[in-house]
């Protein structure tokens, strides 16, 4: 047996969810009974959705040709694959020279109007 889809899960959850909240209000019921066979029925109706939402169909399979058709219809192409390496590098950082590093900041005071 196949597994679930994501869109299964969220539909059956999403109708679990609010199937039981809407009949949970409509029927203003406060009985435990009652409230099991709401929830029965909304897991019942959940499962249904989830079973009717259309899975993803596997890819179909291409019918083999002729071996002269397929040369004829398209090209040959040849996949080669390269190894490479790619180096390492660690940043970058010049040297500051102890001058500048050491030097104060020029001050620019506002001129007189």
């Known amino acids: 047996m196949p597994r679930p889809t994501v869109a299964q899960l969220t539909y059956g959850s999403c109708t679990v969810i609010f199937s ?9 019921t406060s009985s435990g009974p009652g409230i099991a066979v ?12 989830a079973m009717t939402v259309p899975t993803p169909k596997p890819s179909r399979t291409v019918v083999a040709r002729s ?3 397929a040369a004829a219809s398209r090209p040959q192409s040849v996949s080669v694959t390269v190894p490479v ?13 102890a001058v500048v590093a050491s ?7 506002p001129t007189a109007p």
């Open 103 to 109: 030097a104060p900041e020029p001050v620019r005071e």
């Open 20 to 28: 039981t909240l809407a009949m949970l209000l409509l029927s203003q």
């Open 38 to 49: 709401i929830v029965v029925a909304a897991v019942a109706l959940g499962v249904l959705v």
């Open 67 to 69: 071996a002269a058709s």
């Open 85 to 97: 390496t790619v180096p390492a590098h660690a940043p970058v950082q010049a040297p500051v020279p």
